[in-house]
T-cell receptor, first 112, second 112 residues
Framework: SQTIHQWPATLVQPVGSPLSLECTVEGTSNPNLYWYRQAAGRGLQLLFYSVGIGQISSEVPQNLSASRPQDRQFILSSKKLLLSDSGFYLC???????????FGDGTRLSIL | SQQGEEDPQALSIQEGENATMNCSYK?????LQWYRQNSGRGLVHLILIRSNEREKHSGRLRVTLDTSKKSSSLLITASRAADTASYFCATAFYNQGGKLIFGQGTELSVKP
């Protein structure tokens, strides 16, 4: 069966520090991968999606970036975090575009 | 950008009652999906309805879709305390990496 792992579960970082959040999927190949951010009490905002290795589409201009170095690995990064980067970050995957997405348990990021 | 708007934003009912949540969206879609999120967790897919379908059932869930009004509703019948969660609608776009655009969600509280 397929599983998705996100880590870390929680992270507290100072303003201006770098960021690396990792997401991996097991039990499937060539998944479509997504990064979302959720502010408290709000819906999900799509940040990036990837349909294949090295293929990244950005939805929102900001100081975050994403990479997909391997088929089932999706990384969210920042060189310098801002206070506004705080939130709940969720990774998701699907086998086919438009089909139900499967979500990880998220990373709670707090910026001090 | 957010595609959908959901109402109500919050709903509090007694166990055994029905809960209805509504979702409106702005553009043409391929399908519409409903997800559930328990506090602090990732989202779980509930049900998908295609643009050429009008109604769909899954257990205690009933979803309707009116593409002329660009709206959908989720009905949970005979609610249980365990149904307490946030519920989100999401519109899917096959030709854009299968990305989902989420509404702001409805926070459902079912009191025993």
């Amino acid at each position: 069966s397929q599983t998705i792992h996100q880590w870390p579960a929680t992270l507290v970082q100072p303003v201006g520090s770098p960021l690396s959040l990792e997401c991996t999927v097991e039990g499937t190949s060539n998944p479509n991968l997504y990064w979302y951010r959720q502010a408290a009490g709000r819906g999900l905002q799509l940040l990036f999606y990837s349909v294949g290795i090295g293929q990244i589409s950005s939805e929102v201009p900001q100081n975050l970036s994403a990479s997909r170095p391997q088929d089932r690995q999706f990384i969210l990064s920042s060189k310098k975090l801002l206070l506004s980067d705080s939130g709940f970050y969720l990774c998701a995957w699907t086998e086919l575009p438009g089909q139900p997405q499967h979500f990880g348990d998220g990373t709670r990021l707090s910026i001090l | 950008s957010q595609q959908g708007e959901e109402d109500p934003q919050a709903l509090s009912i007694q166990e055994g009652e029905n809960a209805t949540m509504n979702c409106s969206y702005k553009t043409s879609i391929n399908n519409l999906q409903w997800y559930r999120q328990n506090s602090g967790r990732g989202l779980v897919h509930l049900i998908l309805i295609r643009s050429n379908e009008r109604e769909k059932h899954s257990g205690r869930l009933r979803v309707t879709l009116d593409t002329s009004k660009k709206s959908s509703s989720l009905l949970i019948t005979a609610s249980r305390a365990a149904d307490t969660a946030s519920y989100f609608c999401a519109t899917a776009f096959y030709n854009q990496g299968g990305k989902l655009i989420f509404g702001q969600g409805t926070e459902l509280s079912v009191k025993p």
